[in-house]
């Protein structure tokens, strides 16, 4: 029998562009030869592809780690939905996380109140009701990614972790479902809700197998990429974290919970946790350039003179945070025949969106903060990072090599105690 000290955790992160794996021993410190990447191997909507993934990162550790896995959590992209069985076969593809369904607002708006998280035709509420709308009958259940691929590792698909159900309609606060929804006819598509970290079983035998990991592996209700980022990065009061991602997303600890129109607020390891995910981020850049073209771009950005560039890089119409508007428009033109300053002012732009969040949560009652912490693979560019300081006015660190797996893997060590 493996005694406390020498059990792992294992932490896996779906985002947006791919799947990493990260492990920690019982100190929640990162393991040697424990952390795997891999992009999705087929279209980031299609279920089917995250668990071919999963397979693959898990069966690339060494057989000498998995066999010391005492727990397993996993986070995803937060409202990122699909409709599924009761048995846990999917009804078609998930619906991203960005699509917005404007034809769903005024039945939202009759559902929850106004102003909280699900409320507007970005929420996973809206797309939840685009999908029963198509669902052509028959019991279904409705799981974000997070959820389902959990659901899959217990071999039954009963709860949803409280964190990723926000934009449907869970309140934190009355730990019930907002407005009429439990009334709904198809309420009991909704999840069981579960605080992250709670500890829900050992892994499923089909499970256990598949992935050849011990059969009393425990699964850990795990959270959004965004928050196991901040476990990631493990902030200091006054710290603000950004994760420099396919999106943008902005995250701070706070006295007490904070509800607005776009603004996400978690309980995370017993505490609160306030922040906004734009549309817009690393996924514009790489809709202009290859890596190795903005690694090389970036050198060439003169930083003591302004782009004169007002961009709005958004990767198509819909923004959710600074502002919640299904209607705004991306600004990307007129492009200069530089690239290397049409860049810049794409850089630029990012930079703009990232000080209105911070304003924003400031003007919503969150404490000032006197960092910034940046995750993600942003936070590998220094040019980016200058430009982000001086629009920011603060302090920023870049900490690339802090992942959301790492972040996940620590939170399954605490639910496994």
Wanted: neutral net charge.
């Amino acid at each position: 029998m493996r005694s406390d000290s020498d059990r792992l955790a294992l932490g896996v992160d779906f985002g947006t562009s791919g799947l990493r794996l990260a492990l920690v021993d019982s100190n929640r410190e990162a393991v040697d030869g424990g952390e795997q990447a891999a992009p999705y191997p087929s279209p980031f909507a299609d279920p089917s592809g995250w668990l071919i993934g999963l397979k693959a990162l898990v069966a690339a550790l060494p057989a000498r780690l998995r066999r010391r896995v005492g727990a397993i959590s996993l986070d995803g992209t937060s409202g990122t939905l699909l409709l599924c069985r009761p048995d846990g076969i999917p009804l078609g593809d998930a619906l991203p996380y960005a699509i917005a369904c404007p034809e769903q607002a005024d039945a939202v708006r009759a559902l929850v109140p106004a102003g909280c998280l699900a409320a507007g035709a970005s929420s996973s509420l809206a797309r939840a009701l685009r999908l029963l709308g198509q669902h052509r009958g028959g019991p279904c259940l409705l799981r974000h990614q997070a959820d389902w691929l959990m659901g899959w590792l217990l071999g039954q698909w009963q709860w949803g972790e409280e964190g990723n159900n926000l934009r449907l309609g869970w309140d934190l606060q009355s730990g019930a479902w907002l407005g009429s929804l439990g009334e709904q006819p198809w309420s009991a598509a909704l999840p069981r809700i579960v605080p992250s970290g709670s500890c829900l079983g050992p892994l499923d035998p089909v499970a256990a197998s598949a992935l050849a990991l011990p059969l009393d592996c425990q699964v850990v209700a795990g959270t959004t990429d965004a928050n196991a980022a901040v476990l990631a990065a493990e902030p200091k009061p006054d710290d603000g974290v950004t994760v420099l991602g396919t999106t943008l997303v902005l995250k701070q600890f706070v006295a007490g919970p904070i509800d607005a129109p776009g603004v996400s607020c978690h309980r995370l390891a017993g505490r609160w946790l306030v922040g906004g995910a734009s549309n817009a981020g690393g996924g514009v850049l790489r809709r202009f350039f290859s890596d190795p073209q903005l690694e090389a771009l970036s050198r060439q950005i003169d930083l003591t003179r302004p782009s004169g560039l007002m961009l709005l890089p958004l990767p198509a119409r819909g923004e959710r945070f600074p502002v919640d508007d299904p209607d705004l428009e991306p600004i990307l033109g007129p492009r200069p025949v530089s690239d290397a300053l049409y860049l810049q002012g794409l850089l630029e732009g990012l930079a703009r969106i990232e000080a209105r969040g911070w304003q924003r949560l400031n003007a919503l009652g969150a404490p000032p903060i006197e960092r910034v912490i940046s995750l993600g693979g942003g936070a590998r560019n220094p040019q980016w990072r200058q430009l982000r300081q001086r629009a920011l006015g603060l302090p920023v660190l870049n900490r690339p090599g802090l992942s959301s797996a790492l972040g996940t893997a620590k939170l399954a060590m605490r639910g496994l105690g």
